[in-house]
């Protein structure tokens, strides 16, 4: 609840800015409550979640963020060019206020958590178990980096993309964002339910071989149909890798 009321405020706070470095410093704010969000609600969710579907619910809850992404590009393409970027922030705090409540009333804590918190350990604890299991722990740094480069890499930019390299329209730009979002929440649902079948690393491997097939496309693509279609596929199957991971480590 706290992190998602972080959100909130940075969101407004972004929409309020008055130069640059107030910009940065609220949208550093907004990096630390987004992480927060990530970390806890992933565990909140998967703690409770049946072990032979982990895997397609990890799918649904990674894909969560490609519809807010989708919901994000239709309001950019709805009001951009009427009322410009700031009431975009404005909008997009509305949803986390309304969580913050829906959570206090109606979500529980997990059985896992309310078993542990009594004996929850100390920082000095934590610090202690991560340097025994260094190995892992970068191990799983470098693995969750690598997804991250993935994810933020084909995604953060790629409106610039066909703003700079193709001259698209605000409204253009945003309905090829929202399409390749569907594409994302079809292609994670898909691997997520995949890798209860499969395996959690042959759904991950395949589905970074098929988006690595799609790069040409979707980067060289020679007209604006390869180009939609090289989105669609590349968000699909950058997205698909996220949700088979299914929190095997949950």
Known sequence: MI?????????????LAVNYTMLLIVRGIFGIAM????????????EGAPIGKRGVISGLLQEGYAAGN?????SYFCLFNRFGWRPLFFLGSLPAIALVLFIRYRVKESDV???NAVASQSWTEHRREILSHWRLFLYLLL????MLFASHGTQDMYPTFLQRQWHYTPERRAAITAFSGIGAIL??????????KW???RAIISAFILGGMVISVWAYA???????????????MVQGAWGAPGRAVA
Do not use: C, Y
Request: no cysteine; proline share 2%; net charge positive.
């Open 70 to 74: 989708v919901l994000a590009s239709l």
């Open 143 to 146: 693995f969750m980096s690598t």
């Open 222 to 236: 020679p007209n604006q149909l390869f180009l939609v279609i090289g989105a669609f596929m590349m968000q699909s």
């Open 187 to 196: 292609g994670g649902i898909l691997f997520g339910h995949l890798s209860d």
């Open 113 to 115: 958590w309310q078993k």
């Open 35 to 46: 992480g927060g969000n990530w970390g806890v609600g992933a565990s909140l969710v998967m």
């Open 199 to 201: 395996g959690r690393r």
């Open 3 to 15: 992190n998602i009321g972080l959100f909130a405020v940075a969101e407004v706070l972004t929409g």
